[in-house]
């Protein structure tokens, strides 16, 4: 049981990071370079000197050939004589290199990771403040959302420039809606209206279920904000989540599991091949799912998630981010943020956007004729402003997931605590990792 408890809190905390950040990648493997290669070069580019700088990234899937694509556009475009090497590996082999590349100075000049690694890298000095990016590349910051640019600081400072950003969204199977006597065109807006739809699409003799929710915390973030409560009071020194607005989420959440609207104990992978095999009828997740739906040709919706009934839409949100690691000499650095700079143009956040299904978060692509008639695209873009992150700037999350926040929410979703006695203990563990 121990062990069992064990791997659900580690592939909880692994669940939880690819919610929020959608920083990561399949199965396949691609890796090219090492670490920062310090040299230049003049006779390529005619006398003009060249800088080399070493990127490392964790996106294995296709979502990796199309960066690829991109930064090989740039390397092949640029007049400064910048050539991008980047270097595609699992995200467990990253972090594995990563740790010593730093401690010797051999890391790469730029890392892709998302928000929730900021805290760690930006306390420990293995990233560099990026404050001047944005006068340094006269690019106008102001048309690119303002929360998503917030995301990716630590104490103030900026520590990355945003590659992507995505909060969670609602899915529905329209089938399974219209053979429920739902409109496949209108999803449930408020709590009450989840609670009825999931008890109109589940059917047991099927295997079917109206509602997924997947292990992990997470699941409970989608839904607390907007009924008026908080995991954290507003200055993050005590737990505030010992209260009516989380007993009554709680109090859903394990009502969708004793009403059998919901499969217990699945992870995020079983709920997306449920969901693909047409036995789900809702589901939280985020646009990485986009494209799986589609491979499975699966009639689906995809929209807000649903808000308490009086309360306004606030969501987990998150994404990836461009970071200059302390090996980088300042010549690397410059180079790094002119490959920054090329992939906030309009052309190129618009392809990805339309090719990896992720939403624009600039008003130039939102503005974009192209975006504005897809209507996924359409859909999420405008989503992107109730997008918050959870536990933002706290190094102390991880642990307040994988001890407490996550173990009791498994025990709430399999009735072997009261949602009162869930509030209570996730507030007591929040607030004795706060103490240590």
């Known amino acids: 049981m121990k062990a069992k408890r064990l791997w659900l809190t580690v592939f909880s905390i692994l669940l939880a990071v690819i919610m929020i950040t959608g920083c990561t990648g399949g199965v396949q493997t691609r890796t ?31 979502d990796g050939d199309i960066l690829r694509e991109i930064f090989d556009r740039f390397n092949a475009q640029n007049d400064k004589g910048i050539t991008v090497e980047m270097d595609i590996m699992p995200w467990d082999n990253l972090f594995e290199k990563l740790a010593p590349a730093l401690a010797t100075g051999t890391a790469p000049a730029l890392l ?17 403040p990026m404050d001047d990016f944005w006068d340094w590349s006269g690019l106008n910051k ?40 739902l409109d496949p065109e209108k999803p449930p807006k408020t709590f009450d209206e989840l609670k009825k739809y999931a008890a109109l699409m589940t059917d047991k003799s099927k295997q079917q279920y109206g509602f997924g929710i997947a292990l992990g915390h997470s699941n409970i973030t989608n839904f607390l904000w907007s009924n008026g409560g908080d995991w954290l009071n507003s200055d993050q020194t005590e737990a505030a989540c010992n209260s009516p607005e989380m007993i009554e989420v709680l109090t859903m959440l394990q009502e969708f599991a004793i009403n ?21 009828g809702m589901y939280i997740n985020g646009p990485w799912l986009i494209n799986g739906c589609r491979q499975n040709n699966l009639n689906f919706g995809i929209g807000a998630v649903p808000a308490a009934n009086n309360g306004n839409l606030q969501v987990p949100g998150g994404g990836c981010a461009y970071m200059v690691t302390s090996s980088a000499s300042e010549e690397q650095k410059i180079a790094a943020y002119e490959a920054v700079k090329y992939w906030l143009s309009k052309d190129v956040l618009k392809e990805w956007s339309m090719r990896n299904g992720f939403p624009a978060w600039s008003e130039e692509v939102l503005a974009d004729p192209d975006i504005k008639n897809d209507l996924i695209q359409n859909t999420l873009g405008p989503l992107t402003k109730y997008g918050r992150l959870p536990f933002a700037g706290m190094p102390e999350y991880k642990q307040m997931a994988s001890e407490y926040l996550d173990p009791l929410f498994e025990q709430l979703m399999y009735q072997q605590i009261t949602p009162e006695e869930c509030a209570k203990k996730m507030a007591e563990g929040i607030n004795a990792v706060l103490k240590k």
């Open 32 to 62: 090219d370079s090492g670490a920062a290669d310090k040299s230049t070069d003049t006779a390529a580019t005619g006398g003009q000197k060249s800088v080399k700088i070493q990127f490392w990234n964790g996106f294995t899937a296709s």
């Open 112 to 128: 892709l990771l998302g928000s929730e690694y900021v805290p760690e890298y930006a306390s420990t000095g293995n990233i560099i």
């Open 142 to 181: 102001e048309i690119y959302a303002q929360n998503v640019r917030d995301a990716f600081k630590y104490k103030g400072t900026t520590y990355g420039i945003p590659m992507q950003y995505n909060t969670m969204y609602l899915y529905w199977n329209k089938d399974i809606f219209a053979e429920a006597g």
């Open 260 to 280: 059998g609207h919901t499969p217990v104990g699945m992870s995020g992978a079983d709920l997306d091949n449920l969901l693909f095999a047409g036995q789900l």
